[in-house]
Every structure is written in C-alpha cells, then in structure tokens.
C-alpha cells in the first residue's frame, strides 16, 4: 500500500558515478570521467517532537537511473535487456539492505551501497550549505555549521568523498579540503573485536571509487608522517610495528615521501656509525663484532608488503584518523577503545577521544509500548512529566516498600506477560505459562552475543531435569520460559546454524510432557522493533552475555604490581611482570621468564 509518511521528492536528487577512470585537467586538477553514473533521488520522512511544535526532516535516498543512460538505441533494435540493464544495475542498490556479500558482486553491491548514502547525503548538505551562505562561499565555516557523524564504519567513505567534493567540484587546495574534513567529521564505535573492524579490498575500491583510492593514499601519506614525526626513524622496529598497527592502507608499499625520509635516515645512521667507530678506535674485537651484528639486525628491518597477503582498507583507522572525534557507546566501552582497540591512535591523539553513553527514549519503551506501567508511574509520582525528564522516576524511591505500589507493579508486568503468551501463540503455536519466569535474549545473531552459550547451558539445566524424579524438579527449578529472537546475517553460516539449534532444542523440550511448563525455549520469528515492543514489557530476565571482558578497576589483579584495569590485559600484564623478576600469587604458577597460558579470572 505503501508508505505515506514518505514524500518522494523528485525535484532532489544527484549524480552518483561508480567505476570510470582519473585524468588531470590543463589546470592540473583532477577529473574522474566516464564509468556508471546513477541519480540518487530523495525522499522525506517528517519525524515530529513529542509534545513540542518541532519536526525534524529525515531524509532518505533511492536510487534510479539517469534519463541519458538510457540506451534508446538498443530499446528500438529490439534488444530490451541491453536497454534496461542500466535501470536494473541503478534500482538493485536499493533492493535489499545488506545484501550477502560472500561473493565478489555482493561486496561490490554493498560497497555501492555505502558510497550512494554518502554521496548523496554529502552532496546535499553542501548544496544547503551554499544556499545558506553569502557569496563568495566562506568554505572555513563549513565545520561550524555541518556535523557529520560517522555511525560505526558503514559511512567512512563521507572522508575521502568530502574531499573530493571539495578539491574537485568547489576548486579548494588538499591543505584547505583535509583542514575541513576532519573539523566536520567524528567517529562513534560500535565493535571491540578487531576481526569485526570493517576492511575492503583495495583492488574493488581502486575498481569502483578510484578517485577515492587516491585520496586515501593521500590521507595514509599524511598519517605515516604524523607517525613519524611522533615516534621518529632511530628504532625502525617500533616504527614498523606502528605503522603495521596505525596505516589506512595494510600490506600496501610506502609513499616514496616516506621511503624518501627513511633512505636519509639510514645514510645518517651510517655517518654517525662511521663517526662513532673512528672515536672508538681502541674498541675490542668483540665489540667491533656486537656492532656488526646490530647492524645486521637493522638491516632485516623491512617495510615491503607480503605478496601472500591481500592489499586491504582498513575503514576504522581512516575514520579514527580522518575525524576530530571518536567515541564509545558507553563508558567501559569507551576506556577498550583507548586502551586496546585504537590504543596507538589514544596515545597520539588522546584529545579525539571521549565517550557518548548510549539511552533509550521513555516514549517509545515505556510510554508506548508499557501503557499499564506508564499508567502507574503516572499515578505515583504525580505527573505525566516523567516522560520528558526522567529524573523524576527517582520519586518513586519513597514508594519502594509501598504494598499497593508493589501489587500494582505485579499486576502490570502479568499482564503484559499475557500478552507475550498470546503473542507466541500466534507466532510459534506453542504454548506457554504466563506465570512462568520469562527468560528473554533478544539481539543480533553473532557468536561474540553467545546465544549459543545460552542455549547449551539451557540444554544442560534440561538434561539435569530429566536426571531427577518430578518432586526433585518441582523443588529444585523455577518454571521458566527461554525466549530468542534475532536475526542472522544473510551469509553468515554459523549464526544460522545457532538459530536451527535452538529451533531443535525447543522443539525437543517443548513437547516433553515430564518436564511440561518448567521449562519452555521459544524462537521467536522475524524479530524487529515491533517485536521488541512486545516482549520487552514482558521480560523478567534480560540476558546481555556478549564476550566483553569488562573493567571493574582491578587494581592488582592477582596481586600484581602493575595495576591492570581489565582482565583482558592480564596477559600483558603478566608477561610484564615476569619480566620484571615479579612473582605471582602462590596458589598460581610461578612465572619464569615466560608467558602464562593457564588463567583462572575466579578470583579477580
């Protein structure tokens, strides 16, 4: 029936150009030609405030193809598919959000998915921003009138597009573009793992952005000399490991600016050896021979790629270093960022980063979708204002012993769990006890969220059960209800197998009669926001186990002397200490002078 929230604005849209190739105008500027171009059209979604006169715009974009790319030609000589192979190349960015992308046109196709949301949102905020300003342009403001945050590595294109926006269609020099890029643009993170870090291959960026490959050459040359400047070119080992950890571009060779600076250092380092030998001339051949084997050393240094390996993009350097800001998503999140993830880029940069604590609207999640809690809330602290400034829950403090409150807010969360019953009739057929604890993990399907970590310790608490008589069970296990939902990527072999085990289990347990309602696992299909209106209101127990070592300030964890803040660095930290001829806490190993494999975190 379609969306009528959503104003299909024909009169915005702009090109947008894959493939094609760089040339240098007469002038010595750049100019990408030729290629795929499509025209991103806008379309407008109205959000109003709640309770106040505001409405803010969101704008979204689709996708369709230029009036010339059309091939009229081909159309009229009967060859239709030719004709409309270019519509059909335009309209598939927009079929399917995240598409699969374990083949090469997957990656590609979400590649030109990241690109046209960038682009076209680019493109649109300058266009406002010169309808905005007075003639001439005053290109230095831009940063304080426009806010670009990059919301993980999806949008890291918004760089190196900027740019090129910028030097090529508004003619301002790289010192100016780059200046301005990196005052406009901020970094929020999402993920800690560093095999989620989001890479591309350098060759399918060369092939369909290659104005943008050069770009971020440019940005990487002007990392590497920030790095060098910092760190130096006396110990080229740490200068390798730096530039390992902290380039854009991996496994890729060095600007010859930078191969430039380093062939001068090492002629230096051989006058001052030189120097350094004649001024010892009464040294023993010993030390002659140590020297020698330093130098020897010095010359297995290497900065050349590996041709074993593949030339990536790492998108969450260029955003780090591309940006004026980076942020977590919550505090213990925000210190694994300076401290582990981008740690090298803390240590250079440590004013960019700071934390944003992720909230949550009270109109959707209590006010909406909980109208009978909201309904006692209300009642109880005097005031629907609580909506809009949650500070005035804290009143309901003096209430916490109060009887009826308590009854009251027995009452709501029953009924709420009544719903949830109804709602996975509808959805699974199966049946379940509202007076039942409701069990609920409901997020993205991903090893690190370890569903299946809850599913098999819900497969043990089974087996357990069928071990005991019924009076054992009724007196050892709550009645509970196990509830999933969440979706896998379409790809993402694992993550669909974990959905199949829990189907399987449920399906198992949930027609075991012995057992009956003291232990229900339900999948719950299809999971959305919609969905998690439902059953959050209803959810007893919220499970959030995902594989995130947290910081609790161990200070001295074991009794070590240096004080570790996160059993992830215990590892590091022990190695330290054992290097520095500490000894651990007796009930464990005693360090030699080597790494630690066995841990026990028990005690911290």
């Not at 301005?180 to 591309?200: G, S």
């Not at 000399?225 to 496994?251: C, F, P, S, W």
């Amino acid at each position: 029936m379609g969306n009528p929230w959503e104003i299909p604005r024909n009169d915005v849209s702009y090109p947008v150009k894959f493939y094609g190739k760089v040339v240098s105008g007469p002038d010595g500027n750049k100019q990408w030609i030729g290629g795929e171009n499509v025209m991103a059209v806008a379309y407008d979604v109205p959000i109003p405030g709640y309770k106040t006169k505001t409405t803010v715009n969101l704008r979204l974009w689709s996708t369709k193809v230029a009036p010339e790319e059309f091939d009229l030609h081909a159309f009229n000589t009967g060859d239709h598919a030719k004709a409309y192979a270019a519509i059909k190349n335009a309209e598939k960015i927009c079929y399917i959000l995240y598409p699969g992308d374990e083949s090469v046109e997957g990656k590609s196709l979400r590649l030109k998915q990241q690109y046209t949301l960038c682009s076209a949102s680019l493109q649109d905020i300058i266009a406002s921003f010169e309808r905005r300003s007075r003639e001439p342009v005053k290109w230095e403001e831009f940063p304080e009138k426009v806010a670009v945050q990059m919301n993980d590595t999806h949008p890291t294109l918004c760089i190196p597009e900027l740019i090129r926006i910028l030097l090529d269609a508004k003619g301002l020099s790289w010192k100016e573009a780059w200046d301005i890029t990196r005052r406009t643009v901020a970094y929020t993170n999402h993920t800690v793992l560093p095999e989620a870090l989001e890479k591309w291959s350098l060759q399918l960026i060369q092939e369909l952005l290659p104005r943008h490959v050069e770009i971020i050459k440019l940005i990487d040359e002007e990392l590497i000399h920030t790095i060098i400047a910092e760190y130096g070119t006396e110990d080229l080992d740490l200068l390798v490991q730096k530039l390992r950890e902290m380039r854009i571009l991996d496994n890729i060779e060095l600007p010859d600016s930078v191969l430039e600076i380093l062939s001068k250092s090492e002629e230096s380092s051989a006058v001052d050896h030189i120097e350094e030998v004649d001024k010892e001339a009464k040294a023993t051949d010993e030390e002659a021979q140590s020297e020698g084997l330093d130098t020897e050393k010095k010359k297995e240094v290497t900065f050349e790629p590996d041709p074993k390996l593949p030339k990536m993009v790492r998108m969450a350097n260029l955003c780090v270093a591309g940006g004026h800001a980076v942020n977590g998503v919550a505090e213990i999140h925000s210190e694994i960022v300076k401290n582990e993830v981008f740690n090298d880029f803390y240590k250079l940069w440590p004013e960019k980063f700071q934390n944003k604590t992720n909230g949550v609207t009270p109109r959707r999640w209590i006010r909406f979708c909980n109208p009978d809690l909201s309904k006692i809330i209300t009642k109880w602290t005097g005031t629907e204002d609580w909506v809009k400034d949650t500070e005035i829950l804290v009143t309901l403090g003096k209430f916490a012993d109060n009887e009826d409150l308590q009854s009251e807010w027995r009452e709501a969360k029953r009924r709420n769990k009544i719903k949830v019953a109804s709602f996975l009739k509808e959805k699974t057929g199966y049946l379940v006890n509202p007076d039942a604890m409701f069990d609920v993990q409901v997020k993205r399907i991903h090893e690190y969220k370890r569903q299946l970590l809850n599913i098999l310790g819900i497969v043990y608490r089974y087996k357990k059960m069928k071990e005991m008589s019924p009076d054992e069970r009724k007196a050892r296990f709550v009645p509970r209800v196990c509830i999933f939902g969440g979706k896998a990527f379409a790809t993402y072999v694992q993550a669909k197998r974990i959905v199949k085990f829990i189907t399987d289990v449920g399906a198992t347990v949930n027609n075991d009669q012995e057992i009956g309602d003291l232990l229900k696992v339900v999948f719950v299909p299809d999971y959305n926001v919609s969905v998690a209106e439902v059953l959050i209101p209803g959810s007893e127990l919220s499970q959030h186990i995902r594989f995130l070592i947290r910081s609790i300030s161990y200070k001295n964890c074991f009794n070590c002397p240096i004080a570790c803040r996160s059993l992830s660095y215990q590892k590091l930290c022990l190695s330290q200490h054992c290097r520095n001829g500490g000894e651990w806490n007796q009930q464990y190993e005693v360090c030699n002078e080597r790494v630690h494999t066995n841990w026990n975190f028990r005690r911290c």
